[in-house]
């Protein structure tokens, strides 16, 4: 009979803490698994953006109409290399809050990935309207009007960029690249110098490679 009882009371003892877990579980709060993918991030990608879509598809079914869990789930979906639900994420994103600036720039950035430079353009042109002394945002456009071979508007942004970062060694670099492509010898290898001063050197190296500059 003892036997019996101490059986009975282990298995009442497993249903009460599951019980509690499962509560627990069901209590967790948006916010909780907006924290748990936030603690993923290193500040550059998600360390386990699987794991971080799992915690944002939670937060998503508590608030399906917060933009902000969209956004960075599509900056999860980037990270693991499908770019076609990232872009889906940032659109939904962008209807539920048209004035979020990063979800733009986000947008902006997968589509340069993928080769489409003009759309790029016009997501870094609503970014730049919505936050206009983001220096990130005119390398990044600059960039994808060099691709386009429209190399003079390239060089406007990144003499933006410069004038808003001036210890900012990629638009340098950058511009360079312009130059370059203008056949402006001295003025590409000069913000190439620049920007190897400041850490980046590949630019340099290269055309040093090539008997441009010395």
């Excluded at 497993?14 to 924290?35: G, V």
């Excluded at 879509?53 to 900056?75: T, W």
């Amino acid at each position: 009979m003892r036997k019996i009882i101490v059986s009975i009371f282990a298995v009442s003892i497993f249903l009460i803490l599951a019980f509690l877990c499962s509560c627990s579980k069901n209590n967790e709060t948006a916010a909780d698994s907006i924290n748990k993918s936030r603690l993923l991030w290193d500040g550059k990608k998600y360390t386990d953006p699987k794991k971080a879509v799992e915690y944002l598809n939670n937060a998503i079914k508590l608030q399906p109409s917060d933009a902000e869990i969209y956004n960075q789930r599509g900056v999860a979906y980037k990270n693991l290399g499908q770019n076609q639900r990232a872009i889906e994420d940032y659109n939904k994103a962008i209807q539920l809050k048209p004035d979020l600036d990063t979800a733009y720039y986000n947008r902006g950035t997968v589509y340069s990935e993928l080769g489409q430079y003009q759309r790029a353009i016009e997501n870094y042109n609503d970014t730049i309207r919505l936050k206009p002394d983001y220096a990130v945002v005119y390398n990044n456009r600059g960039n994808n009007y060099n691709k386009l071979g429209q190399n003079q508007r390239a060089i406007e942004d990144f003499n933006k960029a410069i004038s808003l970062r001036p210890d900012y060694a990629e638009p340098y670099n950058n511009r360079g690249v312009a130059y370059f492509m203008q056949g402006k010898t001295k003025l590409e290898c000069s913000d190439m110098q620049k920007a190897c001063k400041m850490g980046v050197c590949k630019a340099l190296e290269l055309t040093k490679s090539r008997g441009y500059c010395h």
